[in-house]
């Protein structure tokens, strides 16, 4: 079985500082996506970022960057510059080859003007 | 807007009852996913089709069940309904199934059990 922890419940940041969210996660396979989905208050589910296991290369998109340890299974989420509209909850989700999907219990962030 | 529909928006029925939730995917997209967002369990992966075929199963209860229909649309059927079962419910869709395609989720249908 593969599970997917975030230790963080709660994280506030200030306006346009830098925030880290953790995530740690198990499997046994060797070829896996993980994500971070953020869900504001509209309860849309929106995808932030994706790495895919094979690559060392962290992914990044614009504000939002990954530091993805394979052997320490860590994916962690960095925001830069974060901004009023960042406010979430934040999810870490694990896909594995057979398509089964475990999210993490999410963390809410909350950016303070 | 993701592209994907689902209706009802809001659902409210009594322990025992059956529902049918609907789930429309985007333009083009072949894959269908499930979830269940409740308080006490979470974010939890219920059941995938691709094209028609059930591809992957998740925490799914027996007492629910899935299909994917020929124009792709797919239901989720909650039967035996629990005061426990109250949660919402999201569907996303992708291309094709595998990581490697993003998923576009629906706005959810949020299910009361009373």
């Known amino acids: 079985a593969q ?5 963080q419940p ?3 940041v200030q306006e346009a500082e830098t925030v880290t969210l953790s995530c740690t996660y198990d499997t046994s396979e060797n070829n896996y996506y993980l994500f971070w989905y953020k869900q504001p208050p509209s309860r849309q589910m ?3 970022i994706r790495q895919e296991a094979y690559k ?10 990954v530091n993805f340890q394979k052997a320490a299974k860590s994916f962690s ?3 830069s510059d974060s901004q009023l509209g960042d406010t979430a909850m934040y999810f870490c989700v694990l896909h594995n ?5 475990t999210f993490g219990g999410g963390t809410r962030l909350m950016v303070k003007p | 807007d993701s592209g994907v529909t689902q209706t009802p928006k809001h659902l409210i029925t009594a322990t025992g009852q059956r529902v049918t939730l609907r789930c429309s995917p985007r333009s083009g997209d072949l894959s269908v996913y499930w979830y269940q967002q409740s308080l006490d369990q979470g974010l939890q992966f219920l059941i995938q089709y691709y094209n ?3 591809r992957a199963k998740g925490n799914i209860l027996e007492r629910f069940s899935a299909q994917q229909f020929p124009d792709l649309h797919s239901e989720l059927n909650l039967s035996s309904l629990e005061l426990g079962d109250s949660a919402l419910y999201f569907c996303a869709s992708s291309v094709a199934p595998g990581g490697y395609n993003e998923q576009f989720f629906g706005p959810g249908t949020r299910l009361t059990v009373l």
């Open chain 1, 10 to 12: 709660e994280m506030s």
């Open chain 2, 52 to 54: 028609g075929e059930e």
């Open chain 1, 56 to 65: 060392q290369q962290n992914a990044t998109e614009n504000r939002f960057s």
């Open chain 1, 46 to 48: 929106i995808l932030v």
């Open chain 1, 77 to 79: 989420l960095k925001i």
């Open chain 1, 97 to 101: 080859a057979g398509n089964m999907l």
């Open chain 1, 3 to 7: 599970t997917v922890t975030q230790s």
